[in-house]
């Protein structure tokens, strides 16, 4: 039997024990509330990492072993993306993401400083939760459309008037707080 989940919250680690490289099988490590302040030295294949309430700053690369990735509530300025499905990052101080985004279905970036937002050559773009950030207009989202089932852009500097009727998916949509006319 494999132990495919690795929970060490609160542990004061400062980078992932190098042992649970060599546990075969496992698939997801949560290591919230640490003191891990990047990834440089991450080379295991996972499906899903944690890394929550820990110290990592400035610009994170996120190795393409792994599928999905969360980094709540750090002071991350900027992730770098290697073919990620599924991003959660909000609480951080993000201005950009860049690197491949084309496989992502939903990204969680809300509470970050983000101005602007381009996921123009994402078509399988679902869930983009983005609220509490200085978007001043709409995202493209134009090769999006055929899958996006959850938006929520509230609370950003959004203006003018916003036309939602092309995306026939959208069952969750929040643009509250905003200036939008119509």
């Known amino acids: ?23 075969n099988g496992l698939e997801e490590i949560n290591l919230s509330f640490n003191e891990i302040t ?18 990592m700053k400035n610009n994170i690369t996120i190795p393409e072993t792994i599928r999905q990735f969360s980094c709540e509530s750090n002071d991350i300025s900027s992730l770098t993306l290697n073919n990620q499905t599924h991003i959660s990052a909000s609480y951080n101080k993000l201005t950009s993401i860049n690197g491949i985004i084309d496989n992502l279905s939903c990204i969680n970036i809300n509470n970050n400083e983000f101005k602007d937002l381009n996921f123009t050559t994402n078509i399988n773009l679902k869930c983009l939760l983005c609220s509490n950030n200085k978007l ?5 989202l134009t090769n999006s459309i055929k899958y996006l ?22 069952k969750n949509f929040n643009c509250t707080a905003n200036m939008i006319t119509d």
């Open 136 to 140: 001043t207009f709409f995202p493209d």
């Open 149 to 170: 089932t959850s938006l929520d852009i509230s609370s950003n500097q959004i203006k003018g008037s916003l036309d939602i009727s092309m995306f026939n998916k959208l």
């Open 38 to 55: 990047d990834l440089n030295y991450f080379s295991s294949i996972l499906f899903k990492l944690t890394l929550d309430y820990n110290k």
């Open 1 to 23: 039997e494999h132990n495919k989940f690795i929970k060490l919250p609160s542990m004061n680690l400062i980078k992932v024990p190098y042992q649970l490289f060599k546990l």
